[in-house]
């Protein structure tokens, strides 16, 4: 007793056109034996998504939530540096208060429960150039003895010089020149 194969019958879970459409469709269709690809309401997807018994619970964490974490958020590919913003005010303040070497009082032998405070004084708020004005009128930064740092190269700078001359007649016109 040998096993048939069954092949998926085409129409079984497609609607059918009846009556007058039936004939119309039988009358005009190149093949009568496909299916209309309409599925029928009672057994395509059963149960309906819209008629599930169990009720929403509400997610247990906030990054559980779709709703509440987007996929931009937790896309570590796009976590691209973040604009850092330094005003001119902002920015004298700290070179004037960083020009002063402040000396940090030792650490008493007092109780562990005192804290010893780093004496800080309250500048007042000054432009770029009056701030660097006034650390240049105190010590210069540069000077023949103090160079400022020069930028690292990973190679070292080129300069010609003439090489040995390729092998070539002497009494011949060679005008070329090699360099190293």
Not at 130 to 155: C, E, M, N, R, W
Request: charged share 25%.
């Amino acid at each position: 007793m040998a096993a048939t194969k069954k092949a998926a019958e085409s129409t079984l879970y497609h609607v059918h056109p009846k009556g007058f459409w039936k004939k119309f469709r039988d009358a005009l269709v190149v093949n009568p034996e496909i299916s209309s690809g309409i599925p029928l309401a009672g057994i395509y997807r059963w149960p309906q998504p819209g008629s599930r018994p169990e009720k929403y619970s509400a997610p247990a964490t906030k990054a559980s939530d779709p709703a509440q974490n987007p996929y931009w958020k937790r896309d570590v590919r796009r976590a691209y540096p973040q604009l850092s913003v330094v005003t001119q005010p902002d920015l004298s303040s700290l070179l004037i208060q960083h020009s002063k070497v402040q000396a940090i009082p030792a650490p008493s032998e007092a109780k562990e429960g005192e804290k010893s405070d780093v004496p800080t004084k309250i500048q007042e708020i000054m432009d770029l150039t009056g701030a660097i004005a006034t650390i240049t009128s105190v010590h210069k930064a540069y000077d023949q003895s103090k160079l400022p740092p020069k930028v690292p190269t990973p190679f070292k700078k080129w300069r010609a010089e003439l090489a040995p001359d390729a092998p070539h007649d002497p009494n011949a016109y060679f005008p070329m020149l090699l360099y190293k």
